[in-house]
């Protein structure tokens, strides 16, 4: 599988305030997604980050709130903006695993918990 | 509405006892995968069932996939206190790469 890494792991912020996350895979892969993980929650899916073009977000996600950048096939950035305290939360990216395979598999990186004061 | 309900949320048992997660659906899945999450980590693959009624054992594990491919178990035989941790099952509806995760279970293993 790959290895996946983010930057920061943690962080605490002001209200109002903006942070982007960094996403890094050792290998190239086409699918990357981001998720978010309140405290004592599942995860639940943001966006499809797609190389090349706009990310697919999912209902309850905006551009506006979450913009995603995904320059190449090993990289991909999630902006929190306007952050409020509701923000506070584990952010996490994945990737797609090895190509030819019938189904899907997906691995994460060790997110960012984020902290909005 | 909840896609994928797992249950039981919250699990305290003893070190040497056996326990079951089960994750339901009324949804019809590709596949579905069980991960393991720790405190600050990210969620680790533990298992993907891909066809319907296939079990999977990892070790202590045993994996199982319903023959309409709505439902998944797992079982631990024997907890041990490094069992202890967030167990997630996700699932795939359509090939789309997309998952859907259950509400997780948290098991704590008690020495």
């Known amino acids: 599988s790959a290895v996946i890494s983010q930057k920061p792991s943690r962080d605490i912020c002001q209200r109002g305030t903006s942070l982007t996350i960094q996403c890094q895979v050792d290998s190239q892969v086409t699918m990357m997604f981001w998720y978010r993980q309140q405290p004592g929650q599942s995860l639940t899916l943001i966006a499809t980050?797609?190389?090349?073009?706009?990310?697919?977000?999912e209902s309850g996600f905006v551009i506006d709130k979450f913009p995603i950048s995904r320059p190449n096939l090993t990289f991909s950035t999630l902006t929190v903006s306007n952050m409020s305290p509701e923000d506070s939360s584990i952010y996490l990216c994945?990737?797609?695993?090895?190509?030819?395979?019938?189904?899907?598999?997906?691995?994460f990186g060790p997110g960012t918990r984020l902290t909005v004061l | 509405t909840q896609l994928l309900e797992q249950s039981p949320q919250f699990l305290s048992i003893q070190e040497g006892e056996n326990l079951t997660v089960y994750c339901n659906s009324s949804s019809v899945f590709s596949s579905l995968q069980w991960y393991r999450q720790e405190p600050g980590e990210g969620p680790v693959l533990l298992v993907t069932?891909?066809?319907?009624?296939e079990v999977k054992k990892l070790k202590r594990l045993t994996f199982q996939f319903g023959d309409a491919r709505k439902d998944s178990s797992l079982h631990i035989t024997a907890a041990q206190p490094g069992d202890t941790g967030l167990y997630l099952c996700?699932?795939?509806?359509?090939?789309?790469?997309?998952?859907?995760f259950g509400q997780g279970t948290t098991l704590q293993v008690k020495p």
């Open positions: 994945s990737v797609e695993g090895a190509s030819g395979r019938t189904y899907d598999e997906q691995f």
């Open positions: 069932v891909v066809t319907g009624g």
């Open positions: 980050a797609n190389q090349g073009s706009e990310a697919t977000y």
């Open positions: 996700a699932g795939d509806l359509g090939n789309t790469g997309k998952l859907i």
